[in-house]
């Protein structure tokens, strides 16, 4: 990428002087006479540097310093200064800008200042590029965990997602990650370094959305439980997301919308306009095989964070952690986990009301899912790493309603 600078003075004569200068240093200047020539040229990804005059007509050299950490607070800024307004330019410097100059000045020590401010503006970028690479990188696989069907299927749909700029629908039971799902997109998107916000849709009054949409500077809105969205709210929110088309909304339910919005409770308008991508997150039980690699996953983190040691999940944990419904979803089975990783509560058993056959039939049928995801639905393989003669095996799934085909590749 070529370094450039953007050169501002109102003086013809310097102006074309030190453009000169660039312009045999092999940079590419862009020559303004003021700041309105000037201010559409900085954007956040410009590749170089700013270098003005403090004096200037209409508005000088401090409001485009101003209006450039607003756009970007890392792009360098150097300052012009006149003979007796080096007390300015040291305001300037407290004020963000990068350094000073006075005029006149040698090519060399012009040269010298503007070569020390592009490597700074080249590390800036080097560094903003590498944390969009790994922030881009395939981050559904390191922040949706598991390993079944259904998981993967998750997976695919967050990148589907991210390749777009739409907005999305997140539908999934209470517990099971709607907003964890929504970061997700928002990191895998183009607009992984813009901001990221999270509102309680419930508590989301029309100035808190319009003071959401000010912050969001081209990222991401997350509304959690978008149905209990206030009527007043949702009728604002369909007129800011027509005014500001670069902001993505990304809405999270429990509830189906489609049938809120037919039974007048939720706007239609907000809806449609909602209603574009749709992502769904599967309950912990439709995905039994999820739960040890999620436990375990959450269990790492917790003790990670804590600073403890990782306790071994035995496979009677498991069993016990098979054996349960988990209607709270993943949230649950993240408490769970920081239970047992701080030592503060071992029972691996399911619901007392369900009886010891329950429990166990529950935790055959996760054992036999377990085993055909493994072994990517081959029965074969399954029923050879469960110890089980195949006619038994087979007698099992028909009893527990499996069938081997739901879990290959």
């Known amino acids: 990428m070529t370094k450039r600078v953007i050169l501002v003075d109102d003086d013809r004569a310097v102006r074309e002087a030190l453009g000169q200068t660039l312009d045999l240093a092999g940079l590419r200047p862009v020559l303004a006479a003021s700041y309105i020539e000037a201010k559409d040229h900085i954007t956040a990804e410009f590749p170089g540097i700013v270098v003005s005059d403090i004096r200037m007509p209409g ?149 808190i959305l319009e003071g959401a949409f000010a912050r969001a500077d081209g990222g991401s809105i997350f509304l959690d439980e978008v149905a209990s969205l206030p009527a007043g709210a949702q009728f604002a929110l369909i007129d800011l997301i027509d005014n500001h088309p670069g902001i993505r909304i990304v809405a999270g339910t429990y509830r189906d919308l489609a049938q809120e919005t037919r039974e007048g409770r939720f706007n239609p308008d907000l809806y449609y306009k909602l209603d574009v991508v749709r992502v769904r997150i599967p309950a912990l039980k439709e995905r039994p095989e999820d739960i040890p690699v999620l436990f375990r996953h959450y269990v790492a983190l917790a003790c990670e964070q804590s600073d403890l040691p990782v306790p071994t999940v035995t496979p009677e944990v498991v069993a016990g952690l098979m054996a349960r419904d988990w209607p709270g979803n993943a949230r649950a089975l993240m408490n769970a986990a920081l239970r047992f990783a701080m030592g503060l509560d071992d029972r691996t058993g399911g619901d007392d009301a369900e009886g010891l056959a329950g429990q166990m039939a529950r935790v055959e049928r996760s054992l036999l899912i377990e085993a055909l995801a493994t072994h990517g639905g081959n029965a074969t393989g399954a029923a050879a790493a469960l110890k089980l003669p195949r006619k038994t095996f087979y007698d099992k799934l028909a009893r527990h309603g499996v069938k081997p085909e739901d879990y290959r590749g």
């Open 59 to 207: 508005k000088d050299g401090f409001a485009l310093l101003e209006h450039t950490r607003k756009v970007d607070p890392d792009l360098p800024v150097i300052l012009l200064t006149g003979e007796g307004d080096v007390p300015m330019a040291v305001r300037g410097i407290s004020a963000g800008a990068f350094d000073f100059l006075e005029k006149p000045c040698s090519p060399q020590d012009f040269l010298s200042v503007v070569e020390k401010a592009l490597k700074t503006r080249d590390l800036v970028l080097e560094n903003r590029a590498l944390k969009r690479e790994l922030r881009r990188g395939d981050v559904a696989a390191r922040m949706l965990v598991g390993t079944s069907r259904l998981a993967e299927q998750m997976r695919d749909a967050a990148r589907a997602a991210a390749r777009t700029s739409a907005e999305v629908l997140i539908s999934g039971p209470p517990g099971s990650g709607t907003a964890r799902m929504a970061e997700v997109i928002h990191l895998m998107s183009a607009a992984a370094m813009r901001p990221f916000q999270k509102l309680s849709a419930a508590s989301a009054a029309v100035d």
